[in-house]
């Protein structure tokens, strides 16, 4: 590829090294957006397959005496974590007992009407769905649903100050390159 303006080699020298700084640069922020993406991703489904276990640790009491309070109680731990969307506990016949619901939530969401134990992750929500058992008998479900919203502003912002690194530290690199071509 020609330049249609001729570069002496002090240029020439200069551009190549920027630009090789630019590509190395891009691969090693895109690298860290992608394995900070893959980790903050699997320590929210661990967080959230923790805080369903606990739910469903202690929520088979309120189940079989139906102590609704007690299970609103349960719930209402989850409202201090920005990623729970929805937390449910439905009885045997999945009728739902108790419920929290975040204040954000998209307008037109409707709770399940149907449970099977799964656990679903889309890139937008996490859908977890597991069994209540008290000795060999199913006594209720717990239903988990997470917004990942927070996950996508931070990885934004993440790749935003990447962007800025970029241009800063090819800035410095021109500067640098500039002050050390008088010596070649």
């Given at each position: 590829?020609r330049?249609p ?22 691969v ?37 005496f ?26 045997s ?92």
């Amino acid at each position: 590829m020609r330049l249609p303006i001729p570069l002496t080699i002090q240029r020439k020298l200069t551009l190549i090294m920027l630009a090789t700084c630019a590509v190395a640069l891009i691969v090693a922020v895109t690298t860290l957006v992608v394995f900070d993406s893959i980790n903050e991703r699997q320590q929210i489904l661990n967080r959230f397959e923790a805080q369903a276990s606990f739910i469903v640790a202690n929520s088979a009491p309120a189940l079989v005496f139906n102590q609704h309070d007690l299970a609103f109680d349960l719930l209402d731990s989850l409202k201090n974590d920005p990623y729970i969307a929805v937390g449910c506990i439905y009885n045997s016949e999945t009728n739902l007992v108790a419920h929290h619901v975040a204040t954000d939530l998209p307008s037109g969401y409707t709770l399940p009407s149907t449970l099977k134990p799964n656990r679903d992750d889309t890139f937008g929500f996490i859908e977890i769905v597991q069994p209540i058992v008290l000795g060999p008998e199913t006594v209720g479900y717990i239903y988990l649903l997470g917004d990942l919203t927070p996950l996508k502003q931070r990885l934004r912002t993440l790749a935003g100050v990447g962007i800025l690194v970029i241009f800063f530290a090819i800035g410095v690199a021109a500067l640098v390159s500039y002050y050390l071509q008088r010596y070649i």
